[in-house]
């Protein structure tokens, strides 16, 4: 089974950066667009940014300006850019394929942001 595995996360002050990077294991083909979503606690899950095998690139808002989302071409290896970081940024990370509910939700990676 498919299962997404994330890492990079950890403790920051206001105004760093951190590099997240996220890999789908066990996959044998190419993911059309996978996404990085947070999860804050008490919140939602949502979508930060997502990016597509031709390097079509949305962002939330919130983040705009601040994440980069890249992706090693038609790889199922996603990384996420984080700079000017917020103590609002702070939730767990993950990453997921974005139009398919076929692929396992990992741990994700906590993200921290101490103002």
């Known amino acids: 089974q498919v299962q997404f595995v994330e890492s990079g996360g950890g403790l920051v002050q206001a105004g760093g950066s951190l590099r997240l990077s996220c890999t789908a294991s066990?996959?044998?083909?190419?993911?059309?667009?996978i996404g990085w979503y947070r999860q804050a606690p008490g919140k939602q899950r949502e979508l930060v940014a997502r990016?597509?095998?031709?390097?079509?690139?949305t962002y939330a808002d919130s983040v705009k300006g601040r994440f980069t989302i890249s992706r090693d071409g038609a790889e199922n290896t996603v990384y996420l850019q984080m700079n000017s970081l917020k103590p609002e940024d702070t939730a767990v990370y993950y990453c997921?394929?974005?139009?398919?509910?076929?692929?396992?939700w990992g741990q994700g990676t906590q993200v921290t942001v101490s103002s």
């Open positions: 997921n394929a974005v139009f398919s509910s076929a692929y396992s």
């Open positions: 990016i597509n095998t031709g390097g079509s690139i």
């Open positions: 066990g996959s044998r083909f190419s993911i059309s667009t």
